[in-house]
C-alpha cells in the first residue's frame, strides 16, 4: 500500500491554525471593508494567454501548467519529442495554468468586466496562488495572498488610504511595524541625473540589497553591471542618506534639480508623508531609497512594510503601476495596490506569541449521552443553546463516561453537561467547567448565563 504525502511546498492545516489563520484573514477583510473595498474571486486556473509573459522569463519559468483534458497528445508529433523541445511541446499539451498571483487575473478582470465597474474600482481579493518555485523555509509553492487594488484612479490619496489600512491592520494585530514608501520616479530620476538612465532596473536591484549586502558588496555589484566609477560616485550621497525626512527631500530637490520626472517623485512622496502626518499613525512611515520592490513593474509610490521585533522579510507590499489592464487591450488604467503576506504574517504572531489566548475552537458546551431518553430530553436544549449564539454538541454514543469526558477535553470544550434521571426529574443539569474543574446543577437559564459569561 502506498504511503499518502503532500506535494512539495504545499500543507495540511490543523483546526488550530485554521483558527489562526482566520484570525488573520478576518482582521484584513474587516479592515478592507471598512475602507470600502468590494471583493472579488477568480479562478484557480486562467488560461495560459492569459499568464504567459506577464512575469517575465523566470516567473514563466514558475507556473503551475494544467495538461488538456482527454487526448492531450493529439497535437503532438515525434519531431516535438525528439528534438527536446520541451517549451513547444508544453504548449501543445496544456493551454490552462495555476494562477501565480491576484494581480494579472485581476486585470483580466477589470478589462472583461469594464462596462459594469464603477470606477475608480476597489476590490480586494483573498485567495491561493501557485508557483513552481524551489520551497524552502518560508517559501511555498501555495500559498495566499491578501490583495487590495485601486484602479482608475491617478490620485495620491489612494496612497494615502493603503497605508492607513497597513497601519490599522497590524495595529489590531498587534505588531509593531516600520512602513518604508519610496517612487519608481525618484529611482528614474537618480539614475537620469548620474548618467545611467538606461541601466536604470541595474542600479535598482544592486541598491536593493544594501540591507542585505552592505555598501561595498553594492558598489561591486554595480561595477560587474559596467556601471562607471564615476557614476557609482555620484551614487554614494543619495542611496547613504540619513536624517530627518523633511532634510531628505530637501537634499532629493538639490540632487535632482536636472530630473523632471526625479522632481515629480520627490513631490509626490512629499505630499504622502505630509497628509500622512495629520493621521496620527500609530507606527512610523520612512522614506528609504534603497526600496525597489521589483522595480519593472511600480511606476510611482512603492511600499514596504518591515517587522520591528522579528528578523523576517517584507510582511506586505505594493505600490502604483499605471498600466495594469494595458496587455489586455485596456490602456492608461491606473492603479495602486498593497498585498499582506498571510503566511509571514502568521509567523510574526506566533512568535512573538501575539494570537488573542481566547482564540479557540473549542466548542462551547459538550453534552454527555447516556442514552435514548437522555438524547430525546438533550436534543431540544441543543436548538435553545445554538439559537443563542451558543455552540454546543452531543456525544453521539452513549459510550464510557470516561471516552466522553476524554473527547471533550481533546476538543477544547469549555463545559460539560450532565443530564440523567435526577436532572430529568428537576428540570436541571449538572455543568462541569473544564477549566476551573467546578461542577453544579442548575436550571437551563443559569447555565446558559455561565456559558456566555466565559
Known sequence: MQKPSLPKGTRDFSPEEMAKRNYIFDTIKDVYKLYGFKQIETPA??????LMGKYGDEGDKLLFKILNSGDFLKSINADDIT???????????????????????????VVMHRNEITFPFKRYQIQPVWRADRPQRGRYREFFQCDADIVGSDSLLNEIELIHIIDKVFTQLGIRITTKLNNRKILSGIAEVI?????????TVAIDKLDKIGLEKV??????????????????????????????????????????????????VDFILNKLSAL????????????????????????????????????????RYDNLTGVFGLPDVSGVGISFGADRIYDVLNQLNLFPENLSLGVDVVFVNFGEKEEDYILPILSQLRSKGISAEIYPDAAKMKKQMSYADNNKAHFVAMIGENEISENKLTLKNMLTGEQ?????????????EK
Open 45 to 50: 486556473m486562467e488560461n495560459l494567454s492569459t
Open 280 to 319: 496620527n499613525l500609530h507606527n512610523p512611515v520612512e522614506l528609504d531609497l534603497t526600496l525597489a520592490r521589483g522595480l519593472n513593474y511600480y511606476t510611482g509610490a512603492i511600499i514596504e512594510v518591515k517587522a520591528m521585533d522579528v528578523e523576517i522579510g517584507s510582511i506586505t507590499g505594493g505600490g
Open 440 to 452: 453544579e446543577m442548575v436550571t437551563l437559564e443559569v447555565a446558559i448565563e455561565k456559558i456566555l
Open 83 to 109: 528534438e527536446n523541445n520541451s517549451a513547444t511541446t508544453a504548449n501543445k499539451i496544456s493551454e490552462k495554468g495555476l494562477r501565480y498571483d491576484l494581480t494579472v487575473p485581476f486585470a483580466r478582470y
Open 219 to 268: 558598489n561591486e555589484e554595480l561595477i560587474a553591471k559596467e556601471i562607471p566609477e564615476s557614476a557609482i560616485q555620484k551614487l554614494q550621497p543619495i542611496i547613504m542618506l540619513e536624517g530627518s525626512v523633511s532634510h531628505k527631500l530637501e537634499v532629493l530637490r538639490t540632487e535632482l534639480a536636472e530630473s523632471e520626472i526625479g522632481l515629480k517623485g520627490v513631490e509626490e
Open 195 to 203: 548618467g545611467e538612465a538606461d541601466k536604470i532596473t541595474d542600479i
